[in-house]
């Protein structure tokens, strides 16, 4: 039967890039710095028994010190993909791989600049 691995990953994400990182923020919208998930899309299965498939999403590191600190952040972020694993008896992780990274900066009158590092992720599941 075909689950979706979306509560899966975001789970995995959640658990892997919080874990240990004091002073690092997860999700939210107001403390800095912080690392954001975010734009998942599930793809189609991969293989003809539909149990591997890709899930992509930007992992978003947020910083209002400098480029180089969102990029040290993106740096330490896939350091811990290595790591990517959830409680769940439905899916495990079978690899990951970056894709795209973009770096923005945002400036607007009421705040300090951000510092953004977009890094796209194709992560590849397998439901067991």
């Given at each position: 039967m075909y689950k979706s691995a979306y509560k899966f990953i975001a789970e995995?994400?959640?658990t892997t890039l919080s874990a240990g990182r004091t002073g690092i923020y997860f999700g939210g919208t107001a403390a800095y710095p912080r690392v954001e998930c975010?734009?998942?899309?599930?793809?189609?299965?991969?293989d003809k028994g539909d149990s591997v498939r890709v899930v992509s999403v930007i992992v978003e590191?947020?910083?209002i010190k400098s480029a180089a600190d969102a990029a040290q952040m993106n740096a330490d972020n896939l350091a811990l993909l290595g790591d990517l694993s959830a409680a769940d008896t439905d899916f495990?992780?079978?690899?990951?791989?970056?894709t795209q990274l973009q770096?923005?900066?945002e400036?607007?009158?009421t705040q300090k600049i951000l510092y953004r590092v977009l890094?796209?992720?194709?992560?590849?599941?397998?439901q067991l």
């Open positions: 995995a994400l959640r975010h734009t998942f899309i599930e793809n189609p299965p991969q590191s947020i910083s495990k992780v079978i690899g990951t791989v970056p770096e923005i900066p400036t607007s009158d890094q796209s992720i194709d992560i590849y599941v397998q």
